[in-house]
């Protein structure tokens, strides 16, 4: 009777009468089984593992790749227009910083993006008119109704 009490004889194991004996006596296996099928859940995890960590290299690699690429970036602009991007650079960090409320920072982007949307719109019509030749316009139509 290997695994029993001293003196009980029922076959109860050691970690069922005081919880640090499991601890001490180490990890109770059945009698009689293979370790074939843990072993290969182990080896399976273990691989699962070492794909992970090459992934993970991978990934670093490329957010590194990245990250160079968005500096090279920051510098081509900051040469090019150096006060447009430090003031770009001083706004976004005055707004991270909680300076403005929620709603003016909304109004500002809004009237901004309206702003440089009409101005888009505007060139890229006036370069459309440029490139095509001429024609007539259709005619009003939105005004008349057709019965």
Do not use: W
């Amino acid at each position: 009777m290997a695994n029993t009490a001293p003196g009980t004889g029922t076959g109860t194991t050691p970690s069922a009468l005081h919880p640090s004996a499991a601890a001490a006596s180490g990890p109770v296996r059945p009698q009689g089984g293979s370790d074939q099928g843990t072993d290969s859940k182990v080896e399976g995890i273990l691989e699962q593992g070492g794909r992970l960590r090459d992934e993970a290299g991978l990934l670093a690699t490329h957010v590194g790749e990245a990250l160079g690429a968005l500096g090279s970036l920051a510098r081509n602009q900051l040469d090019q227009r150096l006060y447009t991007t430090l003031s770009s650079a001083a706004g976004i960090g005055y707004v991270l910083g909680g300076g403005l409320p929620l709603r003016l920072v909304t109004l500002a982007v809004g009237l901004g993006l309206r702003q440089m949307g009409g101005r888009a719109l505007i060139r890229l019509l006036s370069e459309a008119k440029a490139k095509s030749p001429a024609t007539p316009s259709p005619p009003d139509r939105l005004h008349r109704s057709e019965s």
